[in-house]
């Protein structure tokens, strides 16, 4: 069931990377060389670790930046709700999973 949670965590955290990269791939046009980078801010559900190095790993290959996207990453905590961050406009995203969108609701 735990391995469930994390497949499902990870596939939702990477299809709301990919809405976010897929509107900014739509809104930049052929060339994102000549305009501005969109600021977006990613923010984790915990502390930086490995379930979250795809992020780290597109970041450092300059995928978001090919995109359009200036990624920001967040990393998150014990204390950090990551749905109150985008709620209160410090995030744009985050990857959290059903069960904690479930809680801060």
């Known amino acids: 069931m735990k391995r469930r949670y ?3 965590a990870t596939l939702a955290a990477a ?3 990919a809405a976010v ?3 900014a791939a739509m809104n930049a046009g052929a060339s994102t060389k000549s ?3 969109t600021k977006v801010t990613l923010q984790l559900k915990w502390v ?3 379930q979250f190095a795809g992020y780290y790993a597109a970041k450092a290959k300059g ?3 090919a995109q359009g996207l200036d990624v920001r990453i967040k990393p998150g905590g014990p204390s950090i709700i990551p749905e109150q961050v985008v709620a209160g406009g410090q995030a ?3 990857s959290t999973s059903r069960r904690s969108s479930a809680r801060a609701a």
């Open 6 to 8: 994390w497949v499902f």
């Open 15 to 17: 299809a709301a990377i």
């Open 21 to 23: 990269v897929d509107g």
């Open 35 to 37: 305009q501005k980078l």
């Open 48 to 50: 930086t670790q490995a």
């Open 63 to 65: 995928y978001y930046k």
């Open 92 to 94: 744009s995203t985050s």
